[in-house]
């Protein structure tokens, strides 16, 4: 086809860029024109799509075309970010479950700590289990909505009561570390922020979670090294348990904190990576989740272990009033790592060194903390966004703002928590409030999967879990019993919970019953025709909107002079998907309808064909539907997001450029 005057004036303009595989530019190919377009040209080592289309076209009549792209959530939580997970919660328990243990027990709390360290190896060897026989997601939810719905509810709402007090206490906990003034106005601000990030819908969380965990491990084996020549003053200062074994049973319990991060990796297997061999029809995560449960419960129960002992080499600590005070120090009780590290360093290398180390210690386990509450945000979210799309609470939990997240969610996980660190103020007060949820919705989970006789468990593995299950119930009913304000707590969620969604039933049954609407007049619906093999064959572009801006006219008027089949891609991203996502329509989305039907208007008689599709990544459906289209052609509009968007939400154009395949333009107009 000869070029027209037109399309020649804007060929002109555009970039010929060659990417090696680190995707550097050549600057001596690339010019740049103003308004107009910037062509990149990628050449890759490795195709990963076949330009030739693929028939997978349904719905196709004049101007619409559906195309179903088989979108799922991407499955690239790699053994280090699946450990991050686990770590950002179970690593934070060092930072307080050891001054609260002795302020219980004394000299006398390592045994309390060792048993601690025991039954989370227990909970720890289990879920390893219960990620290998669900890999699409082992949380309490999921894994036993198959058997119960009611149960599976219980546990749901047992697991929000958790991650409520989990954000509060890890802020309070980070703020007491740094030792700042009214550290509850801090936290509270601290929550305020994650949640407004989470809003926003920032990704690789998982990704900042494993750069946060690094320096803590770092930190925590260097504590550990210092404390090494004190484990003898240890011993002769260790004293055995006191009272009753009533007495030290409600000890133990009182420090049971810190599981929730199991069922959060559980739920995460869904989007970890799947082993060599294995398909999406058949899924396994065994090499990615196993070896990031067994990390971090090595380290955990190691470490944890060794410092709980190592906190009795400290001479002159005092329980005054639940807290404890050390010489020279007053209320350590809430962050004694940053104590034992001033002592047991300066000790060694001078006071400097030792407040400096300290200092270190405050620094890490405060940023560790705030991403255990960035963590539990997170999981608030989704938890509700799943319950409300299988019709359990409030439609309104899974109505998504712009950026896929949904905002009525995002508003709960974030305001509950802020009230609670507010209200409460204490680290004590709020552990009382901790532990129920958590330990009844890995209770009910441990249960549920023992007695499921349709699961292949070996003998072994059953047993283990069974007893597991017996020790959490025990654990959990001392906590309802010795524990009242966690038993309100719990039990005011629970009733909560239960009466949005008996509000929700009750809505859909009286929508249920209501007469079914009969057409006057019946139009009987034209077969759809199969899109001829000439159109598929034809050259074609593929433009992503999201508006109908200037970008959706240069596509419009590039399609018109150059003949070319446009299609028009809009891609709904969002954060949190269900299979009910994947099959939406464009007609249900009123954004998407308004696009396509204004774009419709301004095509005239050079209709564009339609297409439609919910992500969680943007850019890789846009590349999908590319390489399915055999499209020779991308236009992207250039985003108009700051520097701070572009960090928080990634760069689209970047990640299409660094997918697309070698023999697909991208023109980016800018």
């Known amino acids: 086809m000869e070029p027209t005057p037109g399309r020649v004036k ?3 303009a555009r970039v010929m860029l060659r990417l090696s ?6 600057p001596s190919k690339s010019w740049t024109c103003g308004r107009d377009c910037n062509l990149e040209r990628h050449r890759r080592i490795r195709q990963r799509y076949t330009s030739k289309p693929i028939r997978r076209l349904d719905g196709f009549h004049r101007s619409l075309l559906m195309i179903p792209t088989n979108i799922k959530r991407p499955r690239n939580v790699d053994v280090p970010r699946a450990a991050a997970i686990l770590y950002g919660d179970w690593g934070t328990s060092k930072a307080y479950v050891i001054g609260l243990a002795f302020a219980v027990a004394g000299y006398a709390s390592f045994w309390l700590i060792a048993a601690m360290c025991v039954l989370t190896a227990l909970v720890g ?3 390893m289990i219960i990620c290998r ?3 699409d997601g082992g949380g309490v939810y999921a894994s036993v909505r198959h058997r119960s719905e009611v149960i599976s509810i219980v546990g749901a709402f047992l697991l929000i009561a958790d991650y409520l007090v989990t954000a509060a206490i890890s802020a309070l906990s980070a703020f007491q570390y740094l030792g700042v003034p009214h550290p509850e106005k801090f936290a509270a601000a601290s929550i305020l922020i994650i949640g407004l990030l989470n809003l926003l819908g920032p990704k690789q969380t998982g990704g900042l979670a494993f750069l946060v965990s690094l320096p803590t491990a770092l930190v925590v084996i260097i504590l550990g090294l210092f404390s090494l020549p004190h ?5 002769a200062h260790l004293q055995p348990l006191h009272g009753t074994f009533a007495q030290n049973w409600a000890g133990f319990v009182g420090i049971v904190l810190a599981l929730s991060g199991v069922e959060a990796i559980a739920n995460a297997t869904g989007v970890m990576k799947l082993d060599p061999g294995s398909t999406d029809e058949h899924p396994s995560v065994i090499k990615t989740s196993t070896p990031a449960i067994l990390m971090v419960m090595i380290e955990v129960c190691l470490f944890t272990a060794l410092l709980g002992l190592a906190m009795h080499a400290l001479s ?8 404890v005070n050390a010489p020279g120090a007053q209320g350590v009780r809430d962050y004694m790592l940053r104590y034992m590290g001033q002592v047991f360093v300066g000790g060694t290398l001078g006071p400097v060194l030792g407040h400096a180390f300290g200092f270190v210690v405050s620094i890490v386990f405060a940023m560790l903390l705030l991403s255990a509450v960035n963590t539990a945000i997170v999981d608030l979210i989704m938890i509700q966004f799943l319950m409300s799309r299988d019709r359990e609470v409030p439609a309104i939990f899974h109505r998504l703002n712009k950026w896929g997240v949904p905002s009525a969610g995002m508003l709960l996980a974030t305001v509950a928590p802020m009230l609670l660190v507010l209200l409460v103020k204490d680290m004590a007060g709020l552990a009382d409030l901790y532990a129920v949820g958590v330990v009844g919705a890995i209770a009910t989970n441990l249960g549920a999967t023992a007695t499921d006789r349709k699961l292949p468990i070996k003998s072994w593995e059953r047993t283990l879990m069974f007893a597991t299950f017996v020790v959490m119930a025990a654990i959990e009913m001392s906590l309802l019993i010795d524990k009242p304000n966690a038993r309100y707590f719990a039990v005011t969620i629970l009733a909560v919970g239960l009466i949005l969604r008996g509000l929700v039933l009750e809505r859909r049954m009286k929508k249920e019953a209501l007469p079914e609407k009969v057409p006057l007049e019946s139009v009987p619906a034209k ?3 199969a899109p001829s093999q000439s159109v598929m064959a034809a050259e074609s572009i593929l433009c992503a909107i999201r508006g109908t801006g200037r970008t959706l006219d240069f596509a419009l008027r590039e399609a018109r002079e150059t003949g070319r089949r446009l299609y028009l891609l809009f891609v709904r991203e969002q954060a949190f998907m269900t299979n009910q ?6 007609q249900e989305d009123p954004e998407a309808s308004t696009v396509f039907g204004e774009a419709k208007q301004k095509a005239a008689d050079h209709l564009p064909l339609f297409c439609y599709a919910v992500s969680p990544s943007a850019a890789e459906t846009i590349v999908d539907v590319a390489a399915t289209l055999g499209a020779s052609r991308v236009i992207l509009g250039a985003p108009q997001r700051g520097a701070l968007m572009k960090l928080l939400r990634g760069n689209v154009i970047r990640e299409v450029s660094n997918s697309l395949p070698e023999e697909i333009d991208l023109l980016v107009y800018a």
């Open 527 to 529: 077969p759809a025709v």
């Open 581 to 586: 996502d994947a099959k939406r329509k464009w």
């Open 10 to 12: 804007r060929l002109v």
């Open 231 to 235: 484990l003898g003053q240890a011993f």
């Open 21 to 26: 595989r680190k995707n550097l530019i050549e």
């Open 125 to 127: 060897i289990n879920y």
């Open 133 to 135: 026989l669900y890999p």
């Open 316 to 323: 002159g600590l005092q329980i005054v009033n639940g807290d």
